[in-house]
């Protein structure tokens, strides 16, 4: 069975990450989405807020399950016996950054990083633009799933 760990903060989900989970659908058995727990750093949305934008998103998508998780990506990876953690690329700045990441990750336990390169239509989303506009009561519909906008 082909299992996926696709990592983040998803603070909030987008678009961005909406069209990479899709496109991942076809090439594995299961894509657990992972929110990584950072104590460090600050969020807008909170964990369950988080979570909830994605259930709701993905609801009745059974390859789908939604987890948090502490710690390295690779141990929790181990945990729940995943072999791929996935990533989305947007831009060489993201190539470099995951790049050393993916390495390591390897070096570390043989989990293999599978990238998928943004889409046209949504290469230039960010959480952080997200979060921007919200913040300014911004129309962010183009930006985010319906989920989000209902919150
Ligand atoms: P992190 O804090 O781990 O970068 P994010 O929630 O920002 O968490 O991103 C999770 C993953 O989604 C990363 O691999 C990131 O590159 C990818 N991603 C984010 N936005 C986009 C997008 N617009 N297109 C493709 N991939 C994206």
């Known amino acids: 069975m082909k299992k996926a760990v696709f990592p983040g903060s998803f603070d909030p989900i987008t678009?961005?990450?909406?069209?990479?989970?899709?496109?991942?659908?076809?090439?594995?058995?299961?894509?657990?989405?992972?929110?990584?727990?950072?104590?460090?750093?600050?969020?807008m949305f909170s964990l369950e807020?988080?979570?909830?934008?994605?259930?709701?998103?993905?609801?009745g998508e059974?390859?789908?399950?939604?987890?948090?998780?502490?710690?390295?990506?690779?141990?929790?990876?181990?945990?729940?016996?995943?072999?791929?953690?996935?990533?989305?690329l947007r831009n060489p700045a993201d190539f470099e950054f995951e790049k050393a990441i993916a390495i390591a990750n390897r070096k570390l336990s043989g989990i293999?990083?599978?990238f998928l390169l943004t889409s046209a239509e949504t290469s230039y989303i960010s959480s952080s633009i997200v979060r921007d506009i919200m913040r300014n009561n911004g129309d962010a519909s183009i930006l985010v799933p319906n989920s989000v906008l209902e919150s």
């Open 15 to 43: 678009l961005g990450h909406f069209d990479i989970i899709n496109r991942a659908l076809p090439l594995f058995d299961e894509i657990v989405v992972a929110i990584g727990i950072n104590a460090d750093k600050k969020y």
């Open 49 to 59: 807020e988080r979570m909830n934008f994605i259930k709701k998103t993905f609801k």
């Open 62 to 88: 059974p390859k789908i399950t939604v987890t948090t998780y502490k710690g390295l990506t690779v141990d929790y990876c181990k945990t729940i016996d995943a072999d791929f953690i996935l990533r989305g």
């Open 112 to 114: 293999e990083t599978v």
